[in-house]
């Protein structure tokens, strides 16, 4: 492979990381989820805990891990020298990133598909009379009875003539759905054959992402320009269009009519805050990777404030463009909006694509909804995928050499294609569900092993320090940490993250029900496999402490020091190591000698008067002093630990 290269990229402009962050927060969930969830919960009313969850959990752990990233310049694993024993929390992240890029990008695959499919005379699920229909086909404009048997024969040889009427019709995009494009088997433990389609559809998206991010964050910063900003275009089209169909607005009252009843439901509250909680992207280490390559005095505050707010209002802004066709679809069919919709994907692949044919020019309608959905997916593919390859690389130097970087990031894409295989058989959805559901539970035990790490261990007055380096020079961004961020960084959060992990525990039930106890089993290995890297690394690196104790210390001053900040910690430029505990050594172990810089913090960019590490630090002895600055990383321990 090719040389190793220390140089990391950087983002040409901030925009171009703020738009990122944006078409990751913003994903698919925004459209299909968020919309159910309002319905079901109260509708108008669900947004009093949803906003609640936004400020008091969603926009602080946002704002954390873009702080974190930011401060330090490194991926999710390297970045955890400020406490050497939670880096296996970075590794636990990049599984997680791993296992959900390949998961999603299947979704992202199956709407290539239906994008593919759009451009026909006709769309395909419009229909009863193809080969993969039955006798419970409806479409839209049909009687539920079978008055015309003849209608149901195809070439096929479906003959429904003299059959019953089926106790359950299904729509006619449910059948191509479910019939055609899956060919979905009768559970998870049928994989049944490849699907060769939807394989090339999974190749294709991978393909992308490998284009868009053959250089890192250099062409991902070009592509989101387009994948990001386009599905608003696209979206505003559909809201404009959705709202002048009729029965648009019996869509929209029954999206948007409050019931304060539901208030009082705890699955009401519990949904709210999760919702905010997986739609802000947070825990899978890619907001880190991304604030990475920023530049050290970027305002993190505003873009924690902002790129949250424009996820919330995004999903309810799709919540028009799906309700109005829904009432559409209603008004047209008879039956009531609760019953023509559905969650997950049977919203973007059943429910949205049979109103779209009863639009004039549906190939036109599909082509634009299906293109916005495969923007939204690749909008949140790019970050994911770069943060597993940004973690490994940032571990691995070599990685970063010319030819290996290419080669890297090239076998990345190619492994991510090969792991998703298993879910383009028949039975792959199945698969795809249960990587889905229990993906959520990494996501909150990371979420608050994110704040134990570095809110209560390395320590709110040093974080507070880190963070005054960063946003010093604007009052508004002080102002607004110590009245806002600090204390909901510090309580809130964790609290509400418990009480989410709470309640999943209470409402737990076994999943998927009618699966055999071996999926199941299936389900909890891949929480395993994700979680084991933090305990894992934590003992082993404690235990090896132990074995070498190169000073006699006690098993508890061992503890302490390997909970304490590495020599390598802090701002990866000297010239922003600018307070005491970072003048002594540079991320080389390199001390920092701009002795003008020091004394006059103006030079260099930097003008404001730090607070000390604690109160009364200059009345505290010497030798305290110079043990805090160094923060236990000046020792034989340490140096014995970073020689294996």
Same mark, same amino acid.
């Given at each position: ?53 936004? *400020? ?42 791993? &296992? ?5 990008? &299947?979704?992202?695959?199956? #709407? ?11 769309? =395909?699920?419009?229909?009863? %009379? ?34 019953? /009427? ?18 979905? !088997? ?6 049944? $054959? ?10 294709? #998206? ?5 284009? @868009?991010?053959?250089?890192?964050? $250099? ?163 790019? =970050? ?40 383009? !058989? ?25 704040? *134990? ?29 110590? @009245? ?7 309580? @809130? ?6 009480? &989410? ?21 299936? %389900? ?10 933090? =305990?894992?690394?934590?003992?082993? $690196? ?84 110079? $043990? ?7 020792? /034989? ?8």
């Amino acid at each position: 492979m090719g040389a190793q290269s220390d140089e990391r990229a950087s983002w040409s402009r901030h925009l171009e990381f703020f738009i990122t962050c944006v078409g990751f927060a913003v994903g698919l969930g925004n459209v299909w989820r968020f919309p159910h969830l309002m319905y079901s919960n109260g509708g108008g009313a669900f947004f009093i805990p949803y906003i609640l969850s936004l *400020v008091f959990m969603g926009i602080p752990l946002f704002c954390l891990e873009i702080l974190f990233g930011q401060f330090a310049s490194k991926g999710p694993i390297t970045i955890w020298e400020n406490n050497p024993l939670f880096k296996g929390l970075g590794y636990t992240m990049v599984a997680l990133a791993a &296992i959900i890029s390949v998961y999603y990008n &299947i979704v992202v695959a199956t #709407a290539i598909y239906f994008l593919f499919a759009s451009m026909q005379s006709e769309v =395909p699920w419009a229909s009863c %009379g193809n080969d993969w229909n039955t006798c419970a086909c409806r479409t839209y404009d049909m009687n539920a009875t079978l008055a015309d048997p003849m209608m149901w024969f195809n070439q096929s040889g479906l003959n429904c003539t003299g059959q019953e /009427t089926p106790e359950k019709v299904k729509s006619s995009s449910d059948e191509y759905y479910y019939n055609k494009v899956l060919e979905a !088997t009768d559970g998870i433990d049928d994989a049944g $054959k490849l699907k060769w389609d939807l394989t090339l559809c999974n190749l294709l #998206a991978w393909v992308i992402i490998a284009v @868009a991010l053959i250089k890192g964050v $250099k062409t991902m910063g070009k592509a989101v320009y387009f994948f990001a900003i386009f599905p608003y275009i696209l979206l505003t089209v559909l809201v404009v269009r959705g709202v002048t169909l009729k029965g648009a607005k019996d869509g929209l009252d029954f999206y948007l009519d409050p019931d304060l009843s539901k208030l009082s439901d705890s699955r009401v509250w519990k949904a709210a805050a999760s919702q905010i909680f997986f739609s802000l992207s947070c825990c899978t280490g890619s907001l880190t990777a991304m604030s990475s390559y920023t530049k050290f005095k970027n305002n993190f505050i505003r873009d924690s404030m902002i790129i949250p707010i424009i996820n919330c209002c995004t999903s309810f802004y799709a919540g028009f463009a799906i309700f109005s066709v829904l009432g559409f679809m209603s008004r047209n069919t008879g039956v009531a909006v609760e019953n023509v919709t559905t969650d997950g994907a049977g919203l973007i692949f059943v429910a949205y694509p049979e109103a779209l044919y009863q639009l004039p020019v549906p190939q036109l309608w599909s082509i634009l909804f299906f293109f916005m959905v495969v923007c939204l997916g690749m909008g949140t593919q790019f =970050p994911s995928v770069e943060t597993v390859m940004t973690g490994l690389q940032d571990e691995f130097p070599v990685l970063r050499g010319k030819r290996s970087n290419i080669v890297f990031r090239l076998m990345v894409c190619v492994v991510g294609f090969l792991l998703g295989m298993p879910q383009t !058989t028949q039975g792959g959805s199945y698969l795809l569900d249960l990587c889905d559901f229990f993906v959520g539970w990494p996501l909150l035990l990371i979420g608050f092993l994110e704040v *134990v790490g570095i809110i209560w261990i390395y320590g709110i007055k040093r974080f507070t320090e880190d963070i005054l380096l960063m946003v010093g020079h604007s009052k508004l961004a002080r102002t607004m940490y110590y @009245a806002y961020f600090s204390w909901a960084m510090t309580l @809130a959060t964790p609290i509400c993250v418990l009480l &989410i992990i709470g309640f999943e525990c209470y409402d737990y039930k076994r999943y998927p029900e009618d699966a055999p106890r071996w999926a199941e089993a299936l %389900g909890w290995l891949i929480v395993a496999f994700v979680m084991m890297w933090t =305990p894992l690394w934590y003992i082993v $690196k404690y235990l090896i402490a132990i074995t070498l104790n190169p000073e006699g210390l006690t098993y508890w001053q061992i503890f302490i020091k390997m909970n304490q900040p590495t020599r390598k910690w802090g701002p990866a430029d000297p010239q922003n190591r600018t307070i005491p505990r970072y003048q002594r050594s540079g991320p080389d172990q390199v001390p920092h000698t701009n002795q003008a810089h020091l004394e006059n913090p103006e030079v260099g960019g930097s003008n404001l008067s730090l607070p000390p590490p604690y109160p009364g630090y200059e009345r505290s002895p010497p030798d305290f002093q110079e $043990k805090d600055n160094k923060g236990f990383h000046g020792d /034989t321990l340490e140096n014995e630990l970073t020689k294996l």
